[in-house]
């Protein structure tokens, strides 16, 4: 399965995914990684990891619209099977949500549907007051972090958390959940059904992985 990952920032979950799928690996492979900032950490990393990363800045398009029309048609042409928002600050457009529909994931730091919307998930569950909170991975669809949920992991928050301290035990999760889907997709193994994720047990397992 050929995964294009989209990012906009430090890139951990990038690295994540370039551990658990190095070159070479039967099943999976980290084609291509594309951001909207040319700056960021996560397109140092994939160059270093010898990955094709190129940028492309919503300054050099007329729309967003555009911009991600261009996107999509480089991850056409790199055959991606699969987006991975790992980290990625824009909301998609159709030219990119149509040509990718049902084939776009992505990592938010929160149980959703809890904290959906924002990208400061996990100051408003330290200041919401929750005990729990966690990640997840979900299918992408227009409607901002409500498409179907394929996996959860939860984490305790504590009364000495700040938002820093509940984001790196968060973090702690994304690393292992977000490797830990991509290889069920690869595997075959998830079914979207409506509204719900089936993660079909055993079957259609890479004999490598
Ligand atoms: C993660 O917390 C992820 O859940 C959110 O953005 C952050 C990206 O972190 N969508 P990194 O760039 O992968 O380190």
Redesign the pocket.
Known sequence: MRVGVL?S??????QALLRAFPEGHPCVSITCVMSNRPECL?LTHARSAGVVAPAFPRSAYGSRVEQQRAMAAALVAAHVDLVVL??YDQVLTSSLLQPFAGRII????SLLPAFAGTLHAQAEAVAYGVKLSG?TVHYVIEEIDQGPIIAQAAVPVYDSDTEDSL?QR??EQ?HQLLPAVVKWIAEGRVRIEGRRVVILGGSGQCEHC
């Open positions: 990012a920032g430090r890139g951990s979950n990038l996560a790992a980290g992505n990592i938010h730091p990640c984001a968060i973090l994304e």
